[in-house]
T-cell receptor, first 111, second 112 residues
Framework: RKEVEQDPGPFNVPEGATVAFNCTYS??????FFWYRQDCRKEPKLLMS???SGNEDGRFTAQLNRASQYISLLIRDSKLSDSATYLC????????????FGAGTRLAVHP | DVKVTQSSRYLVKRTGEKVFLECVQD?????MFWYRQDPGLGLRLIYF???????EKGDIPEGYSVSREKKERFSLILESASTNQTSMYLC???????????FGDGTRLSIL
């Protein structure tokens, strides 16, 4: 089993739609969680950190469920510019400063 | 803004060559990382460094070595390049444990 698992997609949604991605992780001792965004043939860029109480940044909402070991990302009012691959990232507790990246979920927003 | 710069965007080398990939960051970060990214596999950690002259193996160190002589620079070395090392290589840095990592633009390396 992979340490971080994501549905690869693609998710094809119209502009204005709400879309949610889930991610599961296997290490119950993990303490840090992030969502990164990666555009085609570009480097990953931090989208947002994920906090225990859940957090929101504009149209983006991240949730953490420690008991079930999953993280979610909700995007409201999708824009064409949201089209990208979204990477779920979890730290590997016990390993010095190691982040484990999911393979990513691809989102395509169409007019 | 954090700036992580990789020396080449695209590189083509031959099997058996020694290949150097360079990475420089301008934010005085202690920690630097080298990953490779392959379709369907996500980013996999090759090596990382938490201080000058310090290095730690990641998940897939075989066939690679690294050098960190200065805090701002972290080099990845392919001792004898092989075709299975054709990949996208990404350098990253961060300021501390559990902090998000900032990536360079990546080097798309092809080994023929």
């Amino acid at each position: 089993r992979k340490e971080v698992e994501q549905d690869p997609g693609p998710f094809n949604v119209p502009e204005g739609a709400t879309v949610a991605f889930n991610c599961t992780y296997s290490n119950s001792a993990s303490q840090s969680f992030f969502w990164y965004r990666q555009d085609c043939r570009k480097e990953p860029k931090l989208l947002m950190s994920v906090y225990s109480s859940g957090n929101e940044d504009g149209r983006f909402t991240a949730q953490l469920n420690r008991a079930s070991q999953y993280i979610s990302l909700l995007i409201r009012d999708s824009k064409l510019s949201d089209s990208a691959t979204y990477l779920c990232v979890v730290n590997r507790s016990g390993g010095y400063n190691k982040l484990i990246f999911g393979a990513g979920t691809r989102l395509a927003v169409h007019p | 803004d954090v700036k992580v710069t990789q020396s080449s965007r695209y590189l083509v080398k031959r099997t058996g060559e020694k290949v150097f990939l360079e990475c420089v960051q301008d934010m005085d970060h202690e920690n630097m990382f080298w990953y490779r990214q392959d379709p369907g596999l996500g980013l996999r950690l090759i090596y990382f460094s938490y201080d000058v002259k310090m290095k730690e193996k990641g998940d897939i160190p075989e066939g690679y070595s690294v050098s960190r002589e200065k805090k701002e620079r972290f080099s990845l070395i392919l001792e004898s390049a092989s075709t299975n090392q054709t990949s996208m290589y990404l350098c990253a840095s961060n300021s501390g444990i559990n902090q998000p990592q900032h990536f360079g633009d990546g080097t798309r390396l092809s080994i023929l």
